[in-house]
Nanobody
């Protein structure tokens, strides 16, 4: 199974920006839906954004207009550009590839190959 690696997290002030990257060991993301999820302390992991193999994108309402998911032309990485960050965005962010296409793309059970995550902390 593919193993993903996230990078780019850090500490930023509210209103700032970060870019997260997701790379797959030994393969590209061609024709694969890739999703970003996040988990804050004491909360369940939640959907953030996803991009399909054809480039269609989906976002959680809480990040629409602030976050952008995209992939590079070589399909090697999927990135999440996060602008105008808020303290509520503080969480560990994970990427994963979709393995179950039978239902919605917004549930973590539809994804696999989870990485170790990268921490994003937004100070007020």
């Amino acid at each position: 199974q593919v193993q993903l690696v996230e990078s780019g997290g850090g500490l930023v002030q509210a209103g700032g920006s970060l870019r997260l990257s997701c790379a797959a060991s030994g393969r590209t993301f061609s024709s694969t839906t890739v999703g970003w999820f996040r988990q804050a302390p004491g909360k369940e992991r939640e959907f953030v954004a996803a991009i399909t193999g054809t480039g269609r994108t989906y976002y959680a309402d809480s990040v629409k207009g602030r976050f952008t998911i995209y992939r590079d032309n070589a399909m090697i990485t999927v990135s999440l550009q996060m602008n105008n960050l808020e303290p509520e965005d503080t969480a560990k962010y994970y990427c994963a590839v979709r393995v179950d296409y039978s239902g919605t793309s917004h549930v973590q059970s539809a994804y696999g190959g989870w990485g170790q995550g990268t921490q994003v902390t937004v100070s007020s």
